[in-house]
């Protein structure tokens, strides 16, 4: 299966789906943090221009889209950004409406749900391996919700608690990996 994890720098669902046999590609902005395929660049032209480089059909797309103008924990600052989460919602749209059979949007609880629809599955860390708390909405098209894996007694809120700092928000938007795991297992 061919599948892409579009907005994902990180590499860990990409190397969860690989790990499985899959042709698995991410796509970001930034360069991948561990080696494998991955584009460098927007997402957008890979599912919809056929000229464009690396262009594939594609069979699943998990996208990661940047929380940033969405997510609700932002929300005393949405009277101040409201031309960048326009941009940000139509950026979920265009995902959302890709020409591919399978999609899975992931995002914490945001406006997507009140501005698009309403998430299909929330999921939790301690329900995939991880002691940790961390509300994780899941827009799915034609897949079914992740079934928990090994629930766990931790209910930490590590990435809530993460120190200030330039590189906050990478920690913040790393898939943990019995999470990708998961997807790999149940969606592959």
Not at 12 to 21: P, Q
Request: charged share 25%.
């Amino acid at each position: 299966m061919r599948v892409l994890i579009a907005c994902e720098f990180s590499g860990i669902v990409r190397d969860a789906f690989a790990a499985r046999g899959h042709d698995a590609w991410s796509c970001d902005l930034l360069p991948s943090e561990r080696p494998g395929q991955h584009v460098t660049g927007d997402c957008i032209p890979l599912f919809t221009s056929s000229n464009y480089y690396g262009y594939r059909r594609w069979d699943l797309m998990i996208c990661h889209p940047p929380c940033t103008h969405l997510s609700v924990s932002g929300a005393r600052w949405f009277k101040d950004k409201q031309v960048d989460q326009q941009q940000a919602l139509e950026f979920v749209r265009r995902l959302l409406d890709a020409p591919i059979p399978m999609i899975a949007l992931e995002n914490p609880i945001s406006v997507i749900s009140s501005r698009i629809r309403k998430p299909d599955q929330i999921i939790q860390p301690w329900q995939f391996g991880h002691g940790e708390v961390k509300a994780t909405c899941l827009w799915l098209k034609n897949l079914p919700k992740l079934v928990p894996t090994e629930i766990v007694e931790g209910r930490e809120a590590r990435v809530h608690k993460a120190s200030p700092g330039p590189e906050r928000w990478k920690e913040r938007s790393r898939t943990l990996p019995g999470i990708a795991k998961a997807m790999a297992e149940q969606w592959g």
